[in-house]
Nanobody, 115 residues
Framework: QVQLVESGGGLVQAGGSLRLSCAAS????????MHWYRQAPGKQRELVAI???????NYADSVKGRFTISRDNAKNTVYLQMNSLKPEDTAVYYC?????????WGQGTQVTVSS
């Protein structure tokens, strides 16, 4: 049974930082690409960052240079370090893994950035 549990969200002022964590179980973590998505109120869920099994990464243009995705295979955990946060980063952030054509999601963690 695949489980993804996010943590680390909260309320922060613009310019501040947060680090999100996603603990995975039920998968062979080290061989899977992991993703962070976010969904703001009234908007579609969007891909924020991806980290592949070999460590390569990609980011949405809106977060490049501010967010960093990383993984610790020993802890089955993926992280999203978010710096220089802006009010437009306010959203629920979700961890995701795709397995055999199925998408698995965590419960999400709320990030709110005040101006």
């Amino acid at each position: 049974q695949v489980q993804l549990v996010e943590s680390g969200g909260g309320l922060v002022q613009a310019g501040g930082s947060l680090r999100l964590s996603c603990a995975a179980s039920g998968i062979i973590f080290s061989i899977n690409a992991m993703h962070w998505y976010r969904q703001a109120p009234g908007k579609q869920r969007e891909l924020v960052a991806i980290i592949r099994s070999g460590g390569s990464t990609n980011y949405a243009d809106s977060v490049k240079g501010r967010f960093t995705i990383s993984r610790d295979n020993a802890k089955n955990t993926v992280y999203l370090q978010m710096n220089s946060l802006k009010p437009e980063d306010t959203a629920v952030y979700y961890c995701n893994v795709d397995l055999y054509g199925n998408k698995y999601w965590g419960q999400g963690t709320q990030v709110t950035v005040s101006s």
